[in-house]
């Protein structure tokens, strides 16, 4: 299945080092593709580059945050902006070059037999790639885990940011939360709606170790607390998520 109109959704707050290049690998691998950059208030050259590319490339749309308001709502906006312009599909990519714009095509050629692709650095141990840091991989298996439990999933990565959705699975989806933790929100309102989601094997590429999450989550333990209360908030507004199976279909019994 070809998706006739398709959107990359890039979030981007202070990647002045980075934003040039994945923009140019991005524009090369779906040439097809409109692109939507959602800057987040960056305080560094990120804008000036914006521009610069702008003046090249006119078709790059950007929607400027005055200041910032999570990685959360960088991606609502970039929703909302996809189906109020009839786009088919959307494809976000994180702005760190921590994903690889080449695999776009591959997202979107197993969204023909899914409502939402997501990339995992977890699916294939055999792909090798950089070490994750232990904080980081320790909170994704225990949330990873909780997912599995309360969807039906069978996911291995709950934290990538590089996906693709079909538009209809966005419109059913009510997405509220503005920080780190609004995937986890992406995954509840799937299984609830019974949603076929595919997981498709990626490269782990961490450019910068100590990168921060800001927001007062550098902080492991302050960053499993606040992940926890978005998933608890999540189920106390839509109730426990039906478990389904890895193509959508609802299995009986609740939670399990």
């Known amino acids: 299945m070809t998706f006739r109109r ?3 959704v890039i979030p981007l707050f202070n990647e002045e080092e980075t934003l040039a290049q ?16 959602v800057n987040d208030g960056s305080t560094d050259r990120s804008a000036a580059i914006l ?4 003046a090249q490339d006119p ?8 200041q910032n308001e999570g990685y959360g709502q960088s991606l609502i906006d970039g929703f909302a902006y996809a189906l109020a312009r009839g786009y088919d599909a959307v ?11 080449r695999q ?9 037999e899914a409502d939402i692709v997501s990339g995992s650095r977890y699916l294939d141990p055999g792909q090798g790639g950089d070490p994750p840091p ?3 991989l320790a909170i994704n298996r225990e949330i990873t885990a909780r997912l599995r439990e309360l969807t039906g999933y069978p996911l291995t990565d709950a934290w990538c940011g590089f996906k693709a959705y079909r538009a209809a699975a966005l419109r059913l989806l009510r997405l509220s939360e503005p920080g780190y933790g609004m995937p986890l929100q992406v995954w509840i309102q799937a299984a609830r709606h019974g949603l076929r989601v595919r997981e498709v094997a ?8 100590q990168r921060r999450f800001w927001g007062g989550l550098d902080d492991a333990a302050a960053r499993r607390r606040y992940y926890q209360q978005v998933l608890e908030r999540e189920l106390e507004r839509s109730g426990p998520a039906p478990q389904v199976c890895g193509s959508g279909e609802r299995r009986e019994g609740g939670r399990g």
């Open 6 to 8: 398709v959107l990359v």
């Open 22 to 37: 994945v923009l140019s690998e991005v524009r090369r691998a779906v040439p097809e593709a409109d692109i939507l950059v």
């Open 51 to 54: 521009a610069e590319v702008q």
């Open 59 to 66: 078709a790059l749309a950007v929607i400027t945050h005055r």
């Open 91 to 101: 494809v976000t990519i994180d702005c760190d070059a921590q994903h690889e714009p």
């Open 104 to 112: 776009i095509p591959q997202l979107l050629a197993a969204l023909a």
């Open 134 to 136: 232990p904080d980081r």
């Open 202 to 209: 990626v490269p782990r590429i961490y450019k910068n170790p």
